[in-house]
């Protein structure tokens, strides 16, 4: 059975950082690609990051490039995703997500595998 438990989430000033974890069970980062997604009040889940190591690719949504970086420790089997200069626009409930494939997807349905979610406030 595959399960991922994120964690992390928080209050932070805008320009602050703030690390997520994702801890995976049930699956290898060899075999799925793993990614981040996020959802704010009143809009639809956006797929922040992911992370394919079979493909040795990592994607970014535009609005987060150069800011946030998504990596894993397969000894840990562990996904984090660090998030530096957070604006309020950040602010959302974070979910790590995984498809039922090596290679990353664009879109929430492609994600048969989700954690819990972790929230995220940005203060101005």
């Known amino acids: 059975e595959v399960q991922l438990q994120a964690s992390g989430g928080g209050l932070v000033q805008a320009g602050g950082s703030l690390r997520l974890s994702c801890v995976a069970s049930?699956?290898?980062?060899?075999?799925?690609?793993i990614a981040w997604f996020r959802q704010a009040p009143g809009k639809e889940r956006e797929r922040v990051a992911c992370?394919?190591?079979?493909?040795?690719?990592?994607e970014y949504t535009d609005s987060v490039e150069g800011r946030f970086a998504i990596s894993s420790d397969n000894a840990k089997n562990m996904v984090y995703l660090q998030m530096n200069n957070l604006k309020p626009e950040d602010t959302a409930v974070y979910y790590c997500?995984?498809?039922?494939?090596?290679?990353?997807?664009?879109?929430?349905?492609?994600?048969?595998?989700w954690g819990q979610g972790t929230l995220v406030t940005v203060s101005s």
């Open positions: 997500a995984a498809p039922s494939h090596y290679y990353c997807a664009d879109y929430a349905d492609d994600y048969h595998y």
């Open positions: 049930g699956l290898t980062f060899d075999d799925y690609a």
């Open positions: 992370l394919s190591e079979t493909d040795g690719t990592t």
